[in-house]
């Protein structure tokens, strides 16, 4: 980020976050924004494509870009790396067959030069169900502690159905993102 | 909380006396953009997804709409002093529609279109933040023999290692249900059970009833496998089967390299395919003692008719899908009977 960019982010009022959110398909993404948007979670359709939701967090508005995780569709992640303040990566911890997906497809998504500077929040979710992996599980089949020493991340257990975890996960993500663009409060 | 649009009460801000000119124009403006506001409120009423289907309407009307917002934007900057911040606001809510209307055009425009259209809307943003920053009122610049306030240094957060004691492989092979079987008839009820996510894999030639409710059922890797399923809470997942019969209830439904299969489905949202093909889709009709219980406390009793609202994800026209075709009725399975006795 330029200097001149984070200038004007500083003059403008409302303080704005990009948050990118991807992960595999059926990990629950969409359910998470409009759970923490307290939106109904009841019908909610494999995303085709991403959603836009933008929500008012505490004395910032979030931007969050929801990604389908379709196979097909992962290609075109990369699309929506652009200024991206905060990258949330989710994880259905009852998915024990594909977590080594997940872990090369996160870690090939780190790679990303544009997405270096991103504060990056792992929820592992679908805590609620019964063989769930925990975080710490999680953490170690991704192989997290070996990530770039630069990197701020953390790791959140959650469940998007009951909402357990959420408001945590958001709470240090805003907080970490905060406390790098708008150091000059 | 969406991004609502908070109009300026024109009176709130008629604090400054303005040149009756000006303050017309402003008027002209703020008219100007509610109007917008509305028709976009009803567009969204009339249609809750705008999206085009070829890539040419699009570009027309993202073109157009860049356009407006362009001159808007150019009208704030010839007379900085007749707006108000809440101008530039709405403004931003009409960048912020069109980043929208990119989002759902996104997945069938050719990549080069989306980037170039984000780059457009970050144009416009850069171009509305230009025009703020000249509108907020200038501070007179001194020099301070204060010091700032010191922040604490930025430390990168990391969660302490945890040992986890037990090892991976292990965890693999402790979840509930059935793995490599061949010929089988597999019958597991659940009921009265706090029961997890269910795993069919590695299946050949095997009759799979499972019945009661699993918060979450996982597919894989099955050839010629019957499997009727009570409700799942939560989403199935499948993945690489052929010449299957599926019935099956659940929250979502994913398909995944499936081939010349049939499902019978009850579900609350649309199932989706990808990389598959010779597949066909039939509504749910599965019954055992209990299925009504079970399809209210999954919030699945009632028939919504998705079952029918396939999206193929390598096939996004409007034309029909070639991958998958609704089951003929004099084809499907009338009703079918379970129970946890073996047949």
């Given at each position: 980020m330029g200097l001149l960019s984070i200038i004007r982010k500083i003059k403008r009022k409302e303080k704005e976050m990009r948050i990118l959110m991807v992960g595999l398909?059926?990990?629950?993404k969409t359910t998470i924004v409009l759970k923490i948007n307290g939106e109904d979670t009841s019908v909610i359709s494999p995303t085709l494509g991403f959603n836009i939701k933008t929500i008012s967090y505490q004395k910032y508005t979030l931007n969050i870009w929801d990604v389908g995780g379709q196979k097909t569709i992962?290609?075109?992640?990369?699309?929506?790396?652009?200024?991206?303040d905060g990258l949330i990566w989710v994880v259905d911890s009852s998915d024990l067959r594909r977590l080594d997906d997940c872990k090369n497809e996160l870690h090939n998504l780190l790679k990303e030069e544009r997405l270096s500077g991103a504060s990056l929040l792992i929820f592992a979710n679908k805590?609620?169900?019964?063989g769930a992996l925990s975080p710490a599980e999680i953490t170690k089949v991704l192989n997290?502690?070996?990530?770039?020493?630069?990197r701020h991340w953390k790791i959140v257990g959650c469940s998007a159905y009951t909402g357990d975890g959420l408001l945590e996960g958001f709470d240090w993500l805003v907080q970490d993102i905060a406390s790098r663009i708008y150091v000059l409060d | 909380m969406e991004d609502q649009n908070n109009f300026p009460n024109p009176t709130s801000n008629s604090d400054q006396s303005l040149d009756p000119a000006v303050e017309k124009k402003r008027q002209a403006m703020i008219e100007r953009l509610s109007n917008r506001h509305q028709a976009r409120v009803q567009s969204k009423d009339s249609d809750s997804s705008p999206s085009f289907e070829s890539t040419e309407t699009f570009l027309a009307r993202f073109s157009e709409l860049k356009q407006s917002i362009t001159s808007e934007i150019d009208q704030i900057e010839q007379a900085l002093e007749s707006f108000t911040k809440g101008d530039l606001d709405n403004v931003s809510a009409l960048i912020n529609d069109l980043e929208k209307l990119l989002a759902e055009n996104s997945y069938h425009l050719p990549s080069y279109e989306v980037r170039a259209s984000l780059k457009i809307i970050s144009e416009l943003r850069e171009s509305l933040d230009n025009v703020s920053v000249k509108m907020v009122p200038k501070k007179k610049f001194s020099f301070r023999s204060k010091v700032a306030k010191q922040k604490q240094p930025v430390v990168a957060i990391v969660e302490e290692p945890k040992v986890v004691s037990s090892d991976k492989a292990c965890i693999m092979l402790d979840t509930p249900g059935f793995r490599n079987r061949e010929g089988e008839v597999l019958v597991e009820n659940l009921k009265g059970k706090n029961m997890g996510e269910f795993t069919l894999s590695n299946l050949g030639s095997c009759e799979v009833r499972l019945i009661g409710r699993p918060r979450a059922i996982f597919i894989h890797r099955l050839r010629n496998c019957k499997v009727y399923a009570g409700p799942a809470l939560g989403s199935v997942l499948i993945d690489d089967v052929e010449g299957c019969v599926f019935v099956l209830a659940s929250h979502q439904i994913r398909i995944h390299n499936a081939r010349r299969c049939d499902f019978y489905l009850r579900v609350r949202s649309h199932p989706i395919i990808e990389d598959s093909s010779e597949v066909r889709f039939a509504p749910y009709c599965l019954h055992y003692d209990g299925i009504e219980e079970d399809l209210t406390e999954s919030r699945l009793d009632e028939e919504t008719g998705s079952w029918e609202n396939v999206d193929d994800f390598k096939w996004l026209r409007a034309v029909q899908s070639p991958n998958w075709s609704v089951l003929p009725e004099n084809e499907r399975i009338s009703s079918l009977r379970v129970s946890t006795a073996d047949s």
């Open positions: 398909d059926n990990s629950g992962r290609a075109y992640w990369r699309n929506y790396f652009e200024q991206t805590q609620d169900i019964e997290l502690e070996a990530l770039d020493k630069t | -």
